[in-house]
């Protein structure tokens, strides 16, 4: 059998619940490649108990997005955040799923805050470092939760100047992504989007394609993220706290996916249903994963 092979049979063993079976199939192959080893370990530290999901340890989270490749997409992203904001100089800016507000600092640091701005963030660990990041800059509004639960209490205070929702839309279905995108829109002068361009096949997690998909770009995200400037822990933080949940998260059917993505042809059309009028893509990062996109949305005031 295959390093690849043997991969295969252990995801299909960790989907049917038997996780320690799974990383016993894996361990077999640990020598072959790095991203085999870490999932191995992985799947014997989470034999027993609930699966972690990938933003569940904040720090692993940073770790992860200050690694190389990583840190690429979040650069350009904060890149065009800046240029957008010296352009259009909003007042008022909303930020969905805004992680560990390192995007919002160094767009900030490049010359325009906006003089308000509201943090939506589920993770209060995130939330907090989010906040505290920015704060010498503005005293952000926060809301620990999901953006559906923020649209469904959210005031009815005059409209965001921007919203800005970097690789965090990607977590709501198409059911909730169709209450809450016409909610930006509606409130939303305009949205800065980044999405990954992602070819992934839809439908079934298990899909011989979308495993092989996946387990080649794991095979380079891993390589990638070896040798990591920050150092030997933080590298071991990114992997297991992150990469490994989000690896494994994305062979788990229903709710429980920890995201939703697709073709960025799919976002835009679905930023036009909502009601934005005018969408284009403002930049494109090469990612191991799949290219990184960021868009921007608008519609007349
Ligand atoms: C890949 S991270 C991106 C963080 C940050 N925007 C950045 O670009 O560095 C995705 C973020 O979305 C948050 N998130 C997950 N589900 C969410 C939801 N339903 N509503 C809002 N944010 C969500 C996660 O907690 C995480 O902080």
């Given amino acids: 059998?295959?390093?690849?092979e043997t991969f295969h049979?252990?995801?299909?063993?960790?989907?049917?619940?038997?996780?320690?079976?799974?990383?016993?199939?894996?361990?077999?192959?640990?020598?072959?490649h790095e991203l085999y080893a870490h999932s191995a370990r992985w799947l014997a530290e989470h034999a027993e108990g609930r699966l972690p999901g990938p933003y569940d340890d904040a720090s692993a989270f940073a770790a992860y997005r200050t690694g190389v490749?990583?840190?690429?997409?979040?650069?350009a992203g904060s890149a065009a955040l800046a240029r957008l904001l010296i352009e259009r100089r909003p007042a008022r800016m909303l930020d969905v799923g805004a992680g560990d507000g390192v995007v919002l600092a160094r767009a900030f640091?490049?010359?325009?805050?906006?003089?308000?701005?509201?943090?939506?963030?589920?993770?209060?660990?995130?939330?907090?470092?989010?906040?505290?990041?920015?704060?010498?800059?503005?005293?952000?509004?926060?809301?620990n939760g999901t953006v559906q639960g923020f649209a469904e209490r959210a005031p009815p205070l005059p409209p965001w100047d921007l919203v800005h929702a970097s690789l965090s839309l990607q977590n709501l279905d198409t059911e909730e992504r169709a209450r809450v995108l016409p909610f930006l829109a509606?409130?939303?002068?305009?949205?800065?989007l980044v999405e990954f361009d992602c070819l992934r096949p839809d439908g079934d997690a298990l899909d011989a394609d979308r495993i092989r998909w996946t387990h080649d770009r794991?095979?380079?995200?891993?390589?990638?993220?070896?040798?990591?400037?920050?150092?030997?822990?933080?590298?071991?933080?990114?992997?297991?706290?992150?990469?490994?949940?989000?690896?494994?998260?994305?062979?788990?059917?229903?709710?429980?996916?920890?995201?939703?993505?697709?073709?960025?042809?799919?976002?835009i059309d679905e930023l036009m249903a909502a009601g934005f009028?005018?969408?284009?893509?403002?930049?494109?990062?090469?990612?191991?994963?799949s290219d990184g996109v960021i868009v921007l949305a608008s519609r007349p005031a």
């Fill in 186 to 192: 509606s409130r939303g002068l305009s949205l800065l």
């Fill in 277 to 289: 009028t005018d969408v284009t893509e403002r930049a494109r990062v090469p990612h191991w994963w």
């Fill in 9 to 32: 049979e252990a995801v299909r063993t960790f989907a049917l619940g038997r996780i320690g079976a799974a990383s016993r199939v894996m361990a077999t192959v640990a020598g072959e």
């Fill in 69 to 75: 490749p990583s840190g690429r997409l979040r650069d």
């Fill in 1 to 4: 059998m295959s390093a690849f």
């Fill in 109 to 143: 640091a490049e010359g325009v805050t906006p003089a308000q701005l509201t943090l939506v963030e589920p993770s209060s660990d995130l939330l907090r470092r989010a906040a505290t990041a920015v704060s010498d800059r503005v005293t952000a509004v926060r809301f």
């Fill in 218 to 267: 794991y095979l380079i995200g891993m390589d990638e993220h070896t040798g990591s400037p920050l150092g030997a822990e933080q590298e071991e933080r990114a992997k297991q706290g992150f990469l490994m949940p989000m690896l494994f998260g994305g062979f788990l059917t229903g709710r429980s996916a920890p995201n939703y993505e697709q073709p960025i042809a799919a976002w």
